[in-house]
């Protein structure tokens, strides 16, 4: 049971991808300085997580599922929604994926598998479960792809879910992405495990699961653990739970105001609040797609010409997302009623 | 028609439902811990499981397991274990639909007895019943009798969205006639236990019957009293409650739940917003004194509504 390295078609199709997400959240932070007021509340970006995303999707296949939490925006533009669907929705306008009614936090596309996204930490995880325990039921093979941080480990619903999942050897496998900060507070300072030096991936060991981590700045790295955790779920052997190392390159969201202040993005917690510029400039050195950009082009998957026409078709699509969602009118009011009862 | 009590009324609308639809799922704690579990021997395991004392995980896989698709019914067992994953109960379950911009639909049952006065002191005996209404995207049950039991339990199943259905524990044991074969009692029409002209009581769950007795000894009195039971909060039937205030003109509104938690207090102020020119006098409540529960007897029966206040309101509304 061992993943085979995706062929060079395929690695391209990875980059297009995590290209997809960077170009998509660039806008969405752009949105804020560019068109002041166009997007309201909180958005959290998925930028530096890309190479985990998509390491983790490349296997998804039709009848799997996945759910997500309020930084959501990457997933369902690697399962295929249409990105202008997406824009409106965080742009709150009428042709939104959700009709308007979710916003940034909340994005959904049950016809892609992406089911659910809370907005409440950890809350997410036992919803993944319950969709696995459907999927067990249903006796195709199906998985689900729970996707969550690191701060959602202190939560109840994460060790409740672990134990029943296990129990039940649910076909679930739960993707932790850990990117150090739960808002301005560090893991070790709220991890008992990562202050005592370990990985967040020990957990899995109170549950009787594997337990993985795994540089999720790397998609084929990521591909590989989350592909073999997949295809242990797929026959029947159970959950897994992967930690997933990635780094935010941004602030954890824009900042938190009242109307009439300009939302934006701050500075990220460990310049801002902790004064670790060093830190934070090591992780824009590792910046997982200029980096596997470069391996592709270093591998000769792709040409540096090829490599710039990729991204810049990528970067019309993501603009032309803004054009429409810009233009996309807002719901009518009586719309706000519709969709509380079935 | 089967004479039944409460609680086997309850278990028949899930056999109704479990044996007519595959993907209806009953789930929670200590149940089904044997082959030979009644429900577990009926559908199998994959479809009936015992939980660990996981509320959160419980109500939140119900979430999930619906969302892809099934109509779980999580066993619940008391009102107060809900408040351990509200989370899931008021802003998870009832929230996604909504959120994804009907993308998404949350068929699921959350069965919970509430209002054990006999004994259980201070943290298993509220009536929450309120804490739920109001909450977008939640349909609250308060069957009254053995036969609706069955029959909003069948319904709730098959409803699509999440339900909380609230069975009161003194009733558990109330034997009443409960239809054979398919029963369904449809959510949102209350239903008038007894009819009268003089004063319209307005009760849920077990205060039904305590004011169907004040009724009767209020009949002795020579007053007629109407009693109507929503049977569901959330729909709430108010043209029922209002039609028959328009006849009585009076109206005493019963609630196990403290003063300003009780059903009765919407009720009330839909009253008072929408029928004011029809009462002849101010509307009277009765509910739990504003206090937790006490353990000893006397205490606890003090602090519950019982026969004589509901009499004593409904005299009082009607200044005899």
Redesign the interface.
């Known amino acids: 049971m061992s993943v085979q390295t995706p062929d060079a078609g395929r690695q391209i199709w990875m980059l297009t991808q995590m290209l997809r997400i960077r170009e998509f959240e660039t806008r969405v932070k752009r949105t804020f300085t560019e068109h002041v007021g166009v997007i309201r509340g909180h958005t959290h970006l998925a930028d530096g997580a890309e190479a985990s995303i998509v390491g983790s999707l490349t296997h998804f296949q039709d009848g799997d599922?996945a759910?997500a939490t309020y930084r959501c925006h990457g997933y369902p533009l690697v399962l295929g929604s249409d990105p202008k669907a997406l824009m409106a929705e965080i742009y709150g306008r009428a042709d939104?994926?959700?009709?308007?009614?979710?916003g940034s936090m909340?994005l959904?596309?049950?016809?892609r598998g992406f089911?659910?996204t809370?907005g409440?930490v950890g809350?997410?995880?036992?919803?993944?479960?319950?969709?696995?325990?459907?999927?067990?039921?249903r006796k195709k093979g199906e998985v689900?792809l729970s996707f969550f941080g690191d701060g959602a480990s202190k939560q109840?619903?994460f060790h409740?879910?672990l134990?029943?999942a296990s129990?039940?050897k649910l076909p679930v496998v739960f993707v932790m992405e850990n990117n150090g900060y739960n808002v301005v507070t560090t893991t070790a300072q709220e991890d008992a495990n990562a202050a005592a030096g370990r990985p967040l991936a020990v957990k899995a060991q109170a549950y009787e699961m594997p337990g993985i981590t795994v540089d999720g700045t790397d998609p084929l790295a990521v591909h590989k653990v989350v592909g073999d955790a997949i295809a242990r779920a797929r026959t029947g052997g159970g959950p897994t739970l992967v930690e997933s190392k990635v780094y935010r390159l941004s602030a954890h969201g824009n900042i938190i105001a009242p109307p009439g202040v300009p939302l934006h993005y701050p500075e990220h917690e460990a310049i801002a609040v902790f004064g670790k510029r060093e830190e934070y400039e090591a992780a824009l050195r590792g910046d997982p797609v200029p980096r596997f950009r470069g391996l592709l082009v270093q591998s000769g998957a792709l040409t540096p010409a090829k490599a710039d026409a990729l991204a810049r078709q990528v970067a019309e699509e993501m603009q032309a997302a803004v054009t429409f969602a810009l233009n996309s009118p807002f719901p009518k009011s009586e719309s706000a009623l519709?969709?509380?009862?079935? | 028609m089967a004479d039944l009590p409460f609680i086997a009324a309850v278990d028949a609308g899930i056999h109704q439902e479990m044996k007519r639809d595959p993907r209806v799922l009953y789930f929670g704690q200590n149940m089904a811990t044997t082959e030979n579990h009644e429900f577990v021997a009926a559908y199998g395991p994959d479809r009936v499981r015992v939980t660990p004392i996981s509320e959160t995980a419980e109500i939140g896989i119900a979430i999930g397991a619906a969302m892809a698709g099934l109509r779980p019914v999580v066993e619940l067992y008391m009102a107060e274990f809900m408040l351990v994953a509200m989370d899931q109960v008021v802003n998870e379950a009832n929230r996604f639909r909504y959120m994804s911009g009907g993308q998404v639909k949350v068929p699921l049952v959350l069965k919970a007895g509430f209002g054990f006065t006999a004994g259980w002191a201070g943290q298993h005996t509220g009536s929450l019943t309120s804490l739920f209404m109001g909450v977008p995207g939640l349909k609250v049950v308060v069957p009254s009798t053995a036969a609706d039991a069955k029959g909003l339990m069948a319904t709730a199943i098959r409803d699509d969205n999440p339900v909380v259905f609230l069975h009161h524990y003194m009733l558990t044991l109330e034997h009443g006639d409960v239809p054979d074969g398919e029963h369904l009692v449809p959510f949102g029409k209350a239903v008038v236990r007894r009819a009268g002209g003089d004063v319209s009581i307005v009760a849920t769950g077990w205060m039904v019957h305590r004011a169907l007795a004040a009724a009767e000894r209020l009949a002795a009195e020579g007053i007629s009293a109407e009693v109507i039971d929503p049977r569901t909060v959330a729909p709430l039937d108010l043209e029922t409650i209002f039609g028959s205030v328009e006849k009585t003109r009076h109206v005493v509104l019963v609630d196990q739940g403290t003063r300003h938690a009780s059903v009765g207090a919407i009720i009330a102020s839909e009253l008072a917003e929408h029928r004011f020119s029809a009462l002849a006098a101010p509307i009277a409540q009765v509910t739990a004194r504003d206090t937790t529960i006490p353990y000893s007897e006397p205490l606890e029966a003090y602090v519950i509504p019982d026969v004589e206040r509901i009499a004593a309101a409904v005299r009082s509304v009607l200044r005899r």
Do not use: F, M, R
């Not at chain 1, 809350?123 to 039921?137: D, K, L, T, V, Y």
């Open positions: 599922a759910l939104g994926i959700c009709k308007g009614l979710g909340h959904t596309d049950v016809k089911l659910g809370s409440i809350a997410g995880i036992p919803h993944a479960a319950g969709a696995a325990w459907a999927a067990q039921i689900v109840g619903a409740e879910t134990n029943i129990l039940w519709e969709y509380n009862y079935a």
